[in-house]
């Protein structure tokens, strides 16, 4: 079993900065792409920005030149640095990897979110 496990949410100011944190655990063999996903009240999950094990970058039109993908392959590791911080950015924020596990299996995982508000 894999487990992703976030970190770094809370309440911020427009404008301001949060890092938050996504470390994959368990029967890891390997992790392709690992990324970011977000899902604001009463609105569907969208993807934010992903990154390949070979850091091919992904972000999506609304957080370009703002927010920053970056990952730890050694840790399993994955991060988003969210900058200029908008109220829309208020969302729950989830973690998600492609993993190939130890049994040979690949398997798409969430994270079970952490919460973004941007006050205004």
């Known amino acids: 079993q894999v487990q992703l496990v976030e970190s770094g949410g809370g309440l911020v100011q427009a404008g301001g900065s949060l890092r938050l944190s996504c470390a994959a655990s368990?029967?890891?063999?390997?992790?392709?792409?690992m990324g970011w996903y977000r899902q604001a009240p009463g609105k569907q999950r969208e993807p934010v920005a992903t990154?390949?094990?070979?850091?091919?970058?992904n972000y999506a039109d609304s957080v370009k030149g703002r927010f920053i993908i970056s990952r730890d392959n050694a840790k399993n590791t994955v991060y988003l640095q969210m900058n200029s911080l908008k109220p829309e950015d208020t969302a729950v924020y989830y973690c998600?990897?492609?993993?190939?596990?130890?049994?040979?299996?690949?398997?798409?995982?969430w994270g079970k979110g952490t919460l973004v508000t941007v006050s205004s």
């Open positions: 998600n990897a492609d993993v190939t596990t130890r049994s040979g299996s690949f398997m798409n995982y």
């Open positions: 368990g029967s890891i063999f390997s992790i392709s792409s």
């Open positions: 990154m390949s094990r070979s850091a091919l970058r």
